[in-house]
């Protein structure tokens, strides 16, 4: 994930002149915060979109093993993998713009790329446990409940994310 003080190594001339402006370098130090935000829930939302590959090159492997019993516990799965994906794309970005009347502070903003840092290492557990899972030929229908308790661990850090942004964390 990227580091927000990367963006100020990338900056151009005219972003380096803007910066001697009172007030503009902290709403530029913002908007390279934001750009991270919206980075970091697009890496989300692509690695778990990856994953789903996994979920529908499973069925086939169920169906010939004759554990059709794990078929619907696969779509749950995948239901709820799609009801998270949803969410981290409609997300609310972690500040707000120059002229909007809401602001979120860099106190905040500084919470949730901590947060969004552990939010990466679940997801790609998460990623590689699904993507594991038509390779368990015999354990396929044992794996999914555990999956299902990540994806809702999942949801409750998502949920933890929007209280810090709205604050009521």
């Known amino acids: 994930m990227p580091e927000p003080k990367d963006h100020a190594e990338k900056r151009n001339l005219i972003e380096t ?6 007030g503009f370098r902290g709403y530029l130090e913002k908007e390279y ?13 692509d690695r778990l979109e990856r994953s789903k590959r996994a979920i529908d090159d499973l ?4 169906a010939d093993a004759g554990q059709i019993d794990a078929l619907p516990q696969a779509d749950r799965l995948r ?6 994906l949803a969410r981290i794309r409609g997300a609310m970005q972690g500040y707000s713009g120059f002229f909007d009347l809401v602001r979120v502070g860099e106190d905040v903003l500084d919470r949730i790329y901590q947060h969004d840092v552990q939010l990466v290492r679940q997801v790609d557990a998460l990623g590689n446990a699904i993507e594991k899972l038509p390779s368990q030929h015999g354990g ?3 794996a999914l409940p555990d999956l299902l308790e990540q994806i809702e661990a999942l949801e409750a850090e998502w949920d933890v994310r929007e209280d810090i942004l709205k604050g009521l964390e």
């Open 17 to 22: 002149v803007l910066r001697h402006i009172p």
């Open 33 to 45: 915060r934001r750009d991270s935000d919206e980075l970091a829930r697009q890496w989300l939302a």
């Open 59 to 62: 069925t086939r492997p169920l």
């Open 79 to 84: 239901g709820r993998l799609d009801k998270l």
């Open 140 to 142: 396929i229908a044992a």
